[in-house]
């Protein structure tokens, strides 16, 4: 028998050990590629309050970290007075990058012309379309006439049990329910939960009248100093994302840590990428 292999069988052999790398390939390498994820339609900011002591110069480079250009601004970085400066102060922030979403939260306490007046030329030279307020029920009819000579709209902000005036947003739904479609809800979702009230039920209660979510959390529903970092607490972050795309909420999800204001970042960061997380998981690009 002659020992020597034919050309033929060093082809056939060749061309079978092709085969069999081939079929050891795993699957994917003759899948489709994965397609791009969609971007969120949930809009990630900062209420410029979690950053209350700390600069104009340290907040800009806080949002770059950060990676959002969304920003509800407050008076200790934007002050009112002088109001020369105002729009020139705006556009800074808008120079590095920022989209100013609001302005507050801004109380309204006096029924009086002269100093509604002044918050409204306020944020109107700053060009903010929204006003995070904390009025009274006694000043909600001067409001809406304030409202409807400025277009500006006015997001009422719940603050909780302690609050006289608006604790939950269903007292604010109530009171708006008959006026101007510009003044609705900021819902804060953490004092919102301290009332008893289910944040998802009044997101979607709110509807067209949401303008602005103040996102926190709790380890305890009902207890003020329990905030934590958002994802270690009770919130139903991924129920709030879903019911806010659901209703097509087209505001910001701002976030407004409280704790920590000597160094609020390491939490700040940490909420951040739970929220990012929370929407990967739902299929869509934070």
Request: with cysteine; proline share 8%.
């Amino acid at each position: 028998m002659s020992h020597s292999i034919s050309r033929r069988t060093v082809l056939r052999g060749g061309a079978m050990l092709g085969a069999a790398a081939l079929v050891s390939k795993p699957a994917s390498a003759f899948a489709a590629p994965p397609r791009p994820m969609p971007d969120s339609p949930i809009r990630l900011g900062i209420a410029s309050y979690t950053f209350r002591k700390f600069d104009q110069a340290h907040l800009i480079d806080f949002m770059h970290q950060l990676k959002t250009p969304y920003l509800n601004l407050k008076d200790v970085h934007l002050p009112m007075k002088p109001l020369d400066q105002v729009a020139p102060r705006a556009a800074e922030y808008r120079a590095a990058g920022f989209k100013l979403t609001a302005a507050g939260t801004i109380t309204f306490n006096k029924d009086d012309d002269d100093d509604m007046r002044a918050k409204f030329e306020y944020v109107k030279a700053a060009g903010i379309p929204l006003i995070v307020g904390a009025p009274t029920h006694e000043v909600l009819p001067r409001l809406e006439k304030f409202i409807k000579q400025y277009n500006i709209r006015v997001g009422i902000h719940n603050h909780g049990p302690e609050d006289k005036n608006f604790p939950s947003p269903f007292d604010v739904l109530a009171a708006v329910k008959n006026m101007d479609p510009r003044i609705g809800c900021c819902i804060d979702v953490g004092h919102t939960m301290r009332t008893g009230t289910d944040p998802v039920e009044a997101i979607r209660k709110a509807g067209p009248r949401l303008f602005d979510i103040h996102m926190k959390d709790l380890a305890q529903a009902r207890v003020k100093e329990s905030q934590v970092a958002v994802g270690e607490g009770l919130m139903p972050v991924r129920d709030i994302f879903r019911t806010l795309i659901d209703i097509r909420y087209p505001g910001q999800v701002d976030l407004e840590y409280e704790i920590h204001e000597d160094d609020p970042m390491p939490g700040v960061v940490e909420s951040f990428a739970y929220m990012r997380g929370v929407l990967a998981g739902m299929g869509y690009k934070a």
